[in-house]
C-alpha cells in the first residue's frame, strides 16, 4: 500500500460526458503528479501540482483540467469524454518539486470506460 | 527532445535465470534514469533511479542496473529471477531541469518455473 488512494477505482459513462477522478496524497506530500496509461498511448505523464499551484504540464488535452485543493487531495476533471479517453488513470505523490529527485509514490488508478 | 526505447515488449525467463530488460535513452542533456515495476492492477513502483551518482545503481527486489553514457543505456539486471518478478516494467527518463518525464512502452517479464 502505497498510501495514495485514488476514487472511484472503476468508472463507465457515454462519450460526451462529463467525469471527476479524485487522488489523496500520501500525508505529508505535497506534489501530486497525474498519468494515463493506455494501450495506444503507453504511459504518459499529464500535469503535476506542488501545493496548489500547477507546476508541470506533459501531454494533457484541453479537455482536461486538473487542480489541487488546500487539504492537498487533487482532482482530475475530463469532459467531452471520447472513445480514446479509455484508459487508466494514476496519481502520484511526493514530498518536494523534483521528478528527479523524488520518490514517487503511485495509488492504484481509476479505470475509465466510455462507451 | 528526450526519448526512451525498451527492447522486447516481452522477455521469458526460467526461475533462477538471470533477467535483463533493455532500455535506451535519448536526451540533450545529462539525464536522470527511472525502473518502475507494475504488477497487475496496481500502480507503479519505483526499483531504482540513477541521478548522475554512482552509475551502477541498486534497487529493491535484487534489481540493479548500470547507467552508460557511451552506449546511452540503462539496462536492469537481476542475477536470479523468481516467480513474483513476473510483471511489467518501465524505463523513464527526464533531463535538463524539466519535469516532464518520458516513458517507455514497457516491457512484460514472465517467469517460467
Redesign the interface.
Known sequence: DSGVTQTPKHLITATGQRVTLRCSPRSGDLSVYWYQQSLDQGLQFLIQYYNGEERAKGNILERFSAQQFPDLHSELNLSSLELGDSALYFCASSGGLAWGTDTQYFGPGTRLTVL | AQSVTQLGSHVSVSEGALVLLRCNYSSSVPP?LFWYVQYP??????LL?Y?SAATLVKGINGFEAEFKKSETSFHLTKPSAHMSDAAEY?CAV?SGG????T????TSLIVHP
Open positions: 536522470y492492477n496496481q500502480g507503479l513502483q519505483l533511479k541521478t518501465f527526464t524539466s519535469y516532464i518525464p516513458f517507455g512502452r514497457g
